[in-house]
């Protein structure tokens, strides 16, 4: 069946440093791909996607490129802020499901000032 | 665009009571929503999906006579928690679909947390 698989968290990282969060995903058929952030005591945002291979999703200065060789959507952030963190989880949507996301498991970041 | 809303925020309630929980699209119209539960420091659960004017479609494992689902218009789903007990307390989170354009896009709520002593 679908599934996605995340980098496990906690992430702690310094102010301005360069941030990856790894995600692999296992589907038939060609998913739209998704990140979503959770802030503390909130819902979920969609932070960006993508809905076909070699897409990038881009927003806040995050970015994710959609790898089907490598069933891969990591997300990343040259610099960041303190204000960045939250819970970051990876998700997909097979076109096959009626919009039904699989999401992963989240992954908490802290970013120190 | 694409605002979702949840009411209450946040509810406290004695064991063996009712609790609804409302979702709107505040600025679209949403053939498709979707109710997730999300434990502490766990990823989202999807319930129940429901597309207007038809019934729900339940996630195995979810209780149906427990979690009572109405989608009565293109902006408003409802859950129900029926006589509600201390392990229901979660974190209820519902999505919408638009009716058209973004397909498989789901926007989130802010989220409902339900404590049941």
Redo the contacts between chains.
Sequence with gaps: GNSVTQMEGPVTLSEEAFLTINCTYTATGYP?L?W?VQYPG?????LL?ATKADDKGSNKGFEATYRKETTSFHLEKGSVQVSDSAVY?CAL?A?SS????I????T?LSIRP | GAVVSQHPSRVICKSGTSVKIECRSLDFQATTMFWYRQFPKQSLMLMATSNEGSKATYEQGVEKDKFLINHASLTLSTLTVTSAHPEDSSFYICSASRAAGEGDTQYFGPGTRLTVL
Excluded: D, N, P, V
Excluded at chain 1, 42 to 46: D, N
Excluded at chain 1, 98 to 101: E, Q, V
């Design positions: 739209s998704f979503y909130e819902g979920l945002q969609l996607k989880f949507s076109r009626a919009s039904k996301i999401f992963g498991s989240g908490r």
